[in-house]
Every structure is written in structure tokens, then in C-alpha cells.
């Protein structure tokens, strides 16, 4: 069961978007997460479509984290929640991130087709390794003691908790990287490959760093990353010269 959270919802007002965070908070408790974001008509390819099938094998997990089943570092003289790997549905994020990165360019519509596996009817073979995936979202206990005070107070607590709190504030940091990227012909011959890392640290509403949330923004950096990859596969020399000489 993915996370629901306010941030994520189709509702264009954000004071409403945090009264149903609020309120659907008790219900989510337990869930675990599956690496998984949004595709939109702005993540599609618009130059040249490289003729062929592209099979993406294993975007293997190599990050490395001490924390697996709880929820929060202290550094800086701060604390911080982070996308600790007990609150994913599976601790080794392969499969889910070689999916999620197989989906995107299969919507992008950068290649004829896209699979995923071993498939040995592909005319190309990407490749690489996760070895950063991590977010880390400041705790704003002020914040969020202020809600606790007003959750006592049902609905109507809420909705003046969340305008008592509208303007608090936490950081976020999130960076992701893939590493090792290769993308080969049937031969084995390189035509590309690159390491692409995506880092973003910025203040927002301090519910960006509830725990149902921090999963979030480390999918947001993935998402740019492979949009980054996509972009320069789609621009890459080799590429394009691979496509004319084969078709």
C-alpha cells in the first residue's frame, strides 16, 4: 500500500490539502512505500525517437544505510526524518527503481519499445547502479507541537491548527544518483554511459518533512535524474550515430 499524502493529492488548495493530511494521518500509519512518481506530458521526448527496443536490466541497489527500522539522524545540532529503508516494501530497492526507470522510458517515448529483463530480441542494453538515495527532512517540533496541542479539538482544532502553522517552515534535502550507466548495443559495444547525480535543498511547509512525505522527494530527485539520463541518451553522438548505421 503506497503512501497518501496531502502533498500528493489533485487538490488545488493547499490549506485543504493539509486539513486531509491531518486527518487521514491515524490511517496510514504502517503502510510502506514503493519507489513510484508521477509521469506528465512535460516528461516526453520531443527530438529524434531512436529506432529500436531497449531492454533495461538491473538498476542494481548499491547504496549503503545503517538505518533500516527507524526514523530519524541528529546532525547539524538538528533532526531530521529520512526515507529510512524500513518504511520501504522491500529494503533493496532494485526492482522497484529498474521498474520505475522503465516506465519512465516507456512513456518518454525516446526508444520504438522498451522492456525490461534479458530480453535477447533488443538492439539495446542499459545498465547501472543506485548508490545514493536519501532524503532528509528537518523536524519543525514547534510546528508540530502546535498541532498536537489543536488535534485534541477534532476538525475545527485542525483547520486552526494547520493556519497557526501555515507559514513554519522545514528543510529538505534529497539527492539521488545513478551510477554506472551504460547503455550498449547487441554486441556489447558502448554507445553511451555517464553517472548522473540530482541534489535539491530547499525551506517549505513544514509537513513536507512528516515522515509519510520525506519518501516522496527522494522519487522527485529519481525523476529528474532519469529525465537527465533521457535527455542525454536522446542527444548522445554515439547514439544517433548507432541509429543511422543500424537502420
Not at 502533498?7 to 496510514?28: E, S, T, V
Not at 531492454?55 to 529520512?82: A, L
Amino acid at each position: 500500500m503506497k503512501f497518501l499524502v496531502f502533498g500528493y493529492f489533485d487538490c488545488k488548495n493547499a490549506f485543504m490539502k493539509r486539513i486531509l493530511c491531518f486527518l487521514i494521518f491515524p490511517l496510514l500509519v504502517g503502510c510502506q512505500h514503493t519507489v513510484s512518481y508521477k509521469l506528465r506530458e512535460s516528461d516526453k521526448w520531443t527530438g529524434p525517437k531512436i529506432s529500436g527496443v531497449l531492454c533495461v536490466q538491473s538498476i542494481s541497489d548499491h547504496t549503503v544505510y545503517s538505518i533500516t527500522n527507524w526514523h530519524y539522524e541528529h546532525f547539524e545540532n538538528k533532526v531530521w526524518r529520512t526515507n529510512f529503508r524500513g518504511g520501504y516494501s522491500h529494503t533493496n530497492l532494485t526492482d522497484d527503481v529498474t521498474a520505475m526507470v522503465a516506465k519512465h522510458l516507456t512513456y518518454s517515448g525516446l526508444f520504438s519499445k522498451v522492456v525490461s529483463g534479458n530480453s535477447k530480441d533488443a538492439d539495446y542494453f542499459l545498465s547501472g547502479a543506485l548508490t545514493d538515495f536519501q532524503t532528509h527532512g528537518q523536524i519543525n517540533s514547534q510546528a508540530e507541537d502546535t498541532q498536537a496541542v489543536f488535534a485534541a479539538f477534532g476538525l475545527a482544532g485542525a483547520i486552526v491548527g494547520s493556519a497557526a502553522t501555515s507559514d513554519m517552515k522545514s528543510e529538505i534535502r534529497a539527492s539521488v544518483k545513478l551510477a554506472e550507466l551504460k547503455l550498449t548495443d547487441k554486441s556489447g559495444q558502448p554507445l553511451w554511459q555517464n553517472s548522473i547525480s540530482f541534489n535539491t535543498n530547499f525551506m517549505d511547509y513544514f509537513e513536507e518533512a512528516d515522515q509519510m512525505v520525506v519518501f516522496h522527494h527522494t522519487d522527485d530527485a529519481l525523476k529528474n535524474a532519469v529525465k537527465e539520463m533521457i535527455n542525454e541518451l536522446g542527444n548522445s553522438s554515439l547514439t544517433n550515430q548507432s541509429v543511422a548505421t543500424v537502420h
